[in-house]
């Protein structure tokens, strides 16, 4: 428009005397609806790349961390019947408090004297075992005694042997020696025979001759029986050598075997003194099993036997103790697959059963009533159903306690916090059924240091 006239042209009413100018004019509704949109637009792009904190979801319940503070069966360690409750469900009870008496319901200990009859058999045997021992020691003696006997009788003995053999040798050399004279008075008396025959030599000295032979054997005769005497009281001095040794032996023998009676029936007498002590010591104790106290301050949640005279077998729970004052944790369990990117010390937040609560996943920083927590324990297992447990304990540094009003088996609900990443990715992420994602890789959990006592010991020495 090079605008030479002066005067304006008015547009809006062209646009209103034409037709055709109305159909393509643009309404003020359209108008403010693109606007309206590419405000949203702009919106959405913006939000697009907001940071949005990636969580891990898991389902659980409120449990003590502390194993001796959760909910315990009480058990009757004994078999009995029930005589007498001393407590109501709902009452706090202290460590030593009688919860249950029992009766005695075995024939074996219904004996109201049972453990002085058990005490007065124990004495008996304890004597019989000191009996026992003296006759023992008694035994040794008459065995020692024996043994000096048949050392000394040994050596009389030998010594009657010894001088029986000396004899046999003197006896012996004088049978030589009878035999040499006889020898000698036989070759005289031939001698003289001849000269006699010769008529050298009279009949007198021939006859003193012959006399002399005859004296000559019958010393030799002597000899020999005298010989045959000592080699017979030889013999004899041998076997009364073997007999005393016999006697001896057959006696000692005989106190050996009263000595071993004697110490088998000591043996047995205190078999039955240790086996009669430790049944004393169990029915003793056994006595004290007949009140079923409590082990430990806490409240008595249900009774699991009820009424009087009711029979209970041995290890039976009675009823259930919930541990005073314990140590809250929450257990929350989660996806094998989110196991890896979770680690000890990890923020959780927690949604408690019965406490209202506004959460948004994302954006933990504007949820309301929600509790903070850390993880504590992941568990090396998987729990049935294939998730992995998770303890997750009270972050009282960045957070408020929780509840005081929280009961052990409260249902929960828990978020466990990892990186932020802009919603477009986090969308992206869901479309497509990807796990959550870390920037570093998650650190490896510190083991405890297995000792190695060989090492140790090597190390010592060097």
Same mark, same amino acid.
């Given at each position: $428009?090079?605008?030479?006239?002066?005067?304006?042209?008015?547009?809006?009413?062209?646009?209103?005397?034409?037709?055709?100018?109305?159909?393509?004019?643009?309404?003020?509704?359209?108008?403010?609806?693109?606007?309206?949109?590419?405000?949203?637009?702009?919106?959405?792009?913006?939000?697009?790349?907001?940071?949005?904190?990636?969580?891990?979801?898991?389902?659980?319940?409120?449990?003590?961390?502390?194993?001796?503070?959760?909910?315990?069966?009480?058990?009757?360690?004994?078999?009995?019947?029930?005589?007498?409750?001393?407590?109501?469900?709902?009452?706090?009870?202290?460590?030593?408090?009688?919860?249950?008496?029992?009766?005695?319901?075995?024939?074996?200990?219904?004996?109201?004297?049972?453990?002085?009859?058990?005490?007065?058999?124990?004495?008996?045997?304890? @004597?019989?075992?000191?009996? /026992?021992?003296?006759?023992?020691?008694?035994?040794?003696?008459?065995?020692?005694?024996?043994?000096?006997?048949?050392?000394?009788?040994?050596?009389?003995?030998?010594?009657?042997?010894?001088?029986?053999?000396?004899?046999?040798?003197?006896?012996?050399?004088?049978?030589?020696?009878?035999?040499?004279?006889?020898?000698?008075?036989?070759?005289?008396?031939?001698?003289?025979?001849?000269?006699?025959?010769?008529?050298?030599?009279?009949?007198?000295?021939?006859?003193?001759?012959?006399?002399?032979?005859?004296?000559?054997?019958?010393?030799?005769?002597?000899?020999?029986?005298?010989?045959?005497?000592?080699?017979?009281?030889?013999?004899?001095?041998?076997?009364?050598?073997?007999?005393?040794?016999?006697?001896?032996?057959?006696?000692?023998?005989?106190?050996?075997? %009263?000595?071993?009676?004697? @110490?088998?029936?000591?043996?047995?007498? @205190?078999?039955?003194?240790?086996?009669?002590?430790?049944?004393?010591?169990?029915?003793? &104790?056994?006595?004290?099993? /007949?009140?079923?106290?409590?082990?430990?301050?806490?409240?008595?949640?249900?009774?699991?036997?009820?009424?009087?005279?009711?029979?209970?077998?041995?290890?039976?729970? &009675?009823?259930?103790?919930?541990?005073?004052?314990?140590?809250?944790?929450? @257990?929350?369990? &989660?996806? !094998?697959?989110?196991?890896?990117?979770?680690?000890?010390?990890?923020?959780?937040?927690?949604?408690?059963?019965?406490?209202?609560?506004?959460?948004?996943?994302?954006?933990?920083?504007?949820?309301?009533?929600?509790?903070?927590?850390?993880?504590?324990?992941?568990?090396?297992?998987?729990?049935?159903?294939?998730?992995?447990?998770?303890?997750?304990?009270? %972050?009282?540094?960045?957070?408020?306690?929780?509840?005081?009003?929280?009961?052990?088996?409260?249902?929960?609900?828990?978020? !466990?916090?990892?990186?932020?990443?802009?919603?477009?990715?986090?969308?992206?992420?869901?479309?497509?059924?990807?796990?959550?994602?870390?920037?570093? $890789?998650?650190?490896?959990?510190?083991?405890?240091?297995?000792?190695?006592?060989?090492? %140790?010991?090597?190390?010592?020495?060097?």
């Amino acid at each position: $428009m090079l605008r030479i006239s002066k005067e304006k042209l008015d547009i809006k009413n062209v646009e209103n005397q034409f037709y055709s100018m109305r159909l393509v004019q643009t309404s003020r509704k359209v108008k403010r609806m693109t606007i309206w949109l590419e405000v949203i637009v702009g919106v959405f792009v913006v939000f697009l790349f907001l940071p949005w904190t990636q969580t891990i979801r898991g389902n659980g319940k409120v449990i003590a961390l502390d194993p001796s503070q959760r909910p315990q069966d009480i058990p009757a360690v004994i078999a009995g019947a029930i005589a007498e409750w001393h407590v109501q469900e709902g009452d706090f009870v202290e460590k030593g408090d009688t919860i249950l008496e029992l009766r005695e319901v075995k024939d074996k200990y219904m004996d109201p004297q049972i453990i002085q009859r058990l005490q007065q058999q124990l004495t008996a045997k304890e @004597e019989g075992i000191i009996a /026992y021992q003296e006759k023992v020691f008694a035994l040794d003696n008459q065995i020692k005694a024996l043994q000096q006997s048949l050392e000394l009788k040994e050596a009389q003995t030998a010594n009657k042997v010894l001088q029986a053999a000396m004899k046999v040798q003197i006896d012996s050399a004088s049978l030589t020696a009878a035999i040499v004279d006889a020898k000698i008075a036989n070759e005289q008396f031939e001698r003289m025979k001849k000269l006699y025959e010769k008529q050298l030599e009279p009949l007198v000295k021939l006859e003193e001759r012959q006399n002399k032979y005859q004296s000559a054997l019958a010393k030799k005769t002597e000899a020999e029986n005298k010989l045959q005497l000592s080699l017979n009281e030889a013999l004899n001095a041998k076997i009364e050598l073997s007999a005393v040794r016999a006697d001896y032996m057959d006696k000692i023998s005989k106190a050996r075997s %009263d000595r071993s009676t004697a @110490e088998a029936s000591f043996y047995d007498t @205190e078999a039955m003194v240790a086996k009669l002590s430790n049944e004393l010591s169990g029915t003793k &104790v056994r006595a004290g099993y /007949y009140f079923i106290t409590a082990p430990q301050n806490g409240y008595v949640v249900k009774a699991l036997k009820a009424g009087v005279g009711e029979q209970i077998k041995e290890g039976e729970a &009675v009823c259930t103790i919930m541990p005073d004052q314990p140590t809250l944790a929450v @257990e929350v369990y &989660v996806r !094998a697959m989110d196991v890896p990117l979770i680690t000890k010390g990890r923020q959780v937040r927690i949604q408690f059963d019965g406490w209202p609560a506004i959460q948004f996943s994302g954006w933990p920083a504007v949820a309301m009533g929600t509790f903070g927590g850390r993880v504590h324990v992941i568990d090396y297992v998987n729990s049935p159903g294939g998730y992995y447990r998770i303890l997750v304990t009270m %972050d009282t540094l960045r957070d408020e306690p929780w509840p005081q009003q929280l009961r052990v088996g409260s249902g929960v609900y828990g978020w !466990a916090l990892l990186d932020d990443v802009p919603v477009i990715y986090e969308i992206w992420r869901q479309l497509n059924g990807f796990p959550p994602a870390l920037q570093n $890789m998650p650190d490896a959990e510190e083991k405890p240091a297995k000792k190695n006592s060989k090492a %140790d010991d090597k190390g010592d020495s060097e």
